[in-house]
């Protein structure tokens, strides 16, 4: 199998990071963006102001508003936000085009991860994920990054991976979608929570214990619902938790940041040009733990912090006051 034509739908940062990446040595890639002045800097001066500011993109990148144009492509990389890849699938035409699925949420509602609703929405389509941990700003500049690419077929994966590896991306090929897409969609709720724990100024202990304990939770919920915990130990699952819960780069740590300064999830998520998706994960991944009989106190925490229902001190001491337990547990 080869892939050579890439496409990418989604025209934020790491949509337009990742056409970066797959335009380099000139080969040309298409990328949808939602907004018409995306499409047109893109285009006119290869830039990105709106999402991705500061960073000269390919001149073999072209932009466009037409989902139809993607027909060209041999693969297409989704890069929607989580709650909108449904739309944006159902919206193409049905074909055997594999779909790489870069997005990192559960969908609202029917609490199915992305491999689920990609599967419902273009059943004819191979699917693969690809994730870890790639704030999109530095893999734009060329900065080492490394990232999990799984597929069910090793031929895809292996040909994927031919197409997008660089010397500074290096795609390491795993069969565990589940287990790649789940730490991607837990890490953004753990990472609005050490963000708390900083802008609460709870210190580099509690930080350290809450990066342990969240993966704990993501590790019980993973094997829940089918990953294997090699996956979840890896650069889809502790890797993207370790970076996104140490760094004020992340939306989701900022978001939490500003939450444990006081501000409201309201507040703080008004008028967001960029996208935080653990604030839409955490309640439908409450959801889900709760229906697969699994406990995530610290999820729980950040919904309570997110809906308003309790204030941060309450939440510090309900945390502090759980029962103590074997640290397996
Ligand atoms: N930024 C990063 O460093 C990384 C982001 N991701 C994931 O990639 C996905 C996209 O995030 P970013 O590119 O960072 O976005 P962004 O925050 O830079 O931009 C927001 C994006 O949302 C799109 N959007 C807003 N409303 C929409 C609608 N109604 N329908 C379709 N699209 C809509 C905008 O067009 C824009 O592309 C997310 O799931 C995120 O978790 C994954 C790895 C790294
Ligand atoms: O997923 C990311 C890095 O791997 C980006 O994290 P944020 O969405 O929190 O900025």
Redesign the pocket.
């Known amino acids: 199998m080869k892939i050579e034509r890439i496409a990418v739908i ?6 337009t990071a990742l056409a970066q990446v797959a335009a380099t040595g000139g080969r040309e890639v298409r990328l949808w ?3 018409a002045e995306v499409v047109d800097t893109i285009n006119d001066a290869h830039t990105n102001p709106l ?1 991705l500011p500061g960073i000269a993109l390919s001149p073999s990148i072209r932009a466009t508003g037409d989902l139809g144009e993607l027909d060209w492509a041999d693969a297409l990389l989704v ?4 709650q ?1 890849v449904r ?2 699938l159902g919206s193409l035409p049905q074909g055997g085009r594999p779909l790489i699925l ?4 559960i969908e609202a509602g029917s609490m199915k991860l992305l491999t689920e609703v990609a599967a419902e929405a273009q059943p004819q389509a191979p699917i693969a994920v690809l994730s870890g941990p ?3 700003h530095e893999v734009a500049q060329g900065l080492p990054t490394a990232i999990t690419l799984a597929a069910a077929d090793p031929a895809l994966a292996e040909a994927l991976v031919a197409r997008l590896a660089q010397p500074t991306f290096r795609p390491y090929a795993s069969s565990d979608l589940i287990g790649a897409e789940i730490g ?1 969609a837990v890490k ?1 709720v753990l990472a609005i929570a050490c963000g708390v724990v900083e802008g609460r100024g709870l210190g580099q202990n509690a930080r350290a214990a809450l990066i342990s304990r969240g993966f704990a939770e993501m590790s019980r919920f993973g094997v829940a619902r089918g990953a294997r915990p090699e996956t979840l130990a890896g650069l889809s699952g502790l890797g993207d938790l370790v970076l996104t819960c140490s760094s004020q780069s992340s ?1 989701n740590f900022s978001l939490g940041f500003g939450l444990g300064r006081g501000e409201s999830a309201a507040a703080l998520m008004a008028d967001r ?3 935080a ?1 653990g604030a839409f994960t955490a309640p439908v991944l409450r959801e889900a733990a709760h229906t697969a009989g699994v406990e995530m106190p610290i999820v729980d925490a950040v919904c309570d912090l997110l809906d308003g229902s309790e204030k941060i001190d309450s939440v510090v001491e309900q945390m502090l006051s759980r029962p103590l337990r074997t640290e397996g547990a």
Do not use: D
């Open positions: 989604g025209g934020g940062a790491w949509g963006a939602r907004e999402f890069v929607a936000p989580a909108h739309t944006l870069c997005s990192k949420g790639t704030f999109a991607g953004n939306r040009k960029t996208v998706e």
